[in-house]
């Protein structure tokens, strides 16, 4: 069966400081990968998706980069944190070319202080 | 332009009571249908999905789905409600355009013991 890993599941990181999350998708090979974030209160923002290695669309202009090193493994970056980055981020995978629903990560908590 | 709109932002319903949340999507033709829950704190589960076929769709949890064309609706149901249900609940369509999944704003189920 397919299962989704993200870590670190909290973060805490001061304003201009680096970020990296990570997330790995087991199980399947050559899956859709999707970033997604939530505000506090809010709903679902996608920020960028895959559909292949070094194959990333970004939806959102934004402080954040994608990448996508290896075929299961999605990685959100920033260089310089901003208090706006705080938030739920969610990775999700989507089986390519097959059904259209997502499965979901646990989510990482980022709080930019 | 395609939407997804979740009228209610939050429901508060009593243990034991039925439930029905509203969705309904904006779009030319019939999408794929989904409906997702969060637990607080956490990624979020696919509960049911409507592709064609049968418009009362059963999914986990004891929830089900009904399909109605007419109303472009996908109102989310349960007979009889566990605290273990407070979550959000999202609706989420795929248009035969593409593939990506466009979210409702999601609502807020509340349990009153």
């Known amino acids: 069966s397919q299962t989704i890993h993200q870590w670190p ?10 970020l990296s999350l990570e997330c790995t998708v087991e199980g ?3 899956p859709n990968l999707y970033w997604y974030r939530q505000a506090a209160g809010r709903g679902l923002q996608l920020l960028f998706y895959s559909i292949g290695i070094d194959q990333i669309s970004s ?20 260089k310089k944190l901003l208090l706006s980055d705080s938030g ?5 995978w989507r089986q390519n070319d097959r059904a259209y629903e997502q499965y979901f990560g646990p989510g990482t908590r980022l709080t930019v202080t | 332009a395609q939407s997804v709109t979740q009228p209610d932002i939050h429901i508060t319903v009593s243990e034991g009571a039925s439930l029905e949340l509203r969705c309904n999507y904006s779009y030319g033709a019939t999408p794929y249908l989904f ?9 979020l589960q696919l509960l049911l999905k409507y592709f064609s076929g049968d418009t009362l769709v059963q999914g986990i ?4 789905a009904e399909f109605k064309r007419s109303q472009s609706s996908f109102n989310l149901r349960k007979p009889s409600v566990h605290w ?11 248009p035969y355009s593409n593939y990506q999944l466009i979210w409702g704003a999601g609502t807020k189920l509340i349990i009153k013991p």
Do not use: H
């Open chain 1, 9 to 18: 599941a909290t973060l805490v990181q001061p304003v201009g400081s680096p």
């Open chain 1, 28 to 30: 399947t090979s050559n």
């Open chain 1, 59 to 78: 939806e959102v202009p934004q402080n954040l980069s994608a990448s996508r090193p290896q075929d299961r493994q999605f990685i959100l970056s920033s």
């Open chain 1, 88 to 92: 739920f981020y969610l990775c999700a």
């Open chain 2, 35 to 43: 409906w997702y829950v969060q637990s607080p704190g956490q990624g």
């Open chain 2, 61 to 64: 949890k004891g929830f089900e």
């Open chain 2, 84 to 94: 273990s249900d407070a979550a959000e609940y999202f609706c989420a369509v795929v």
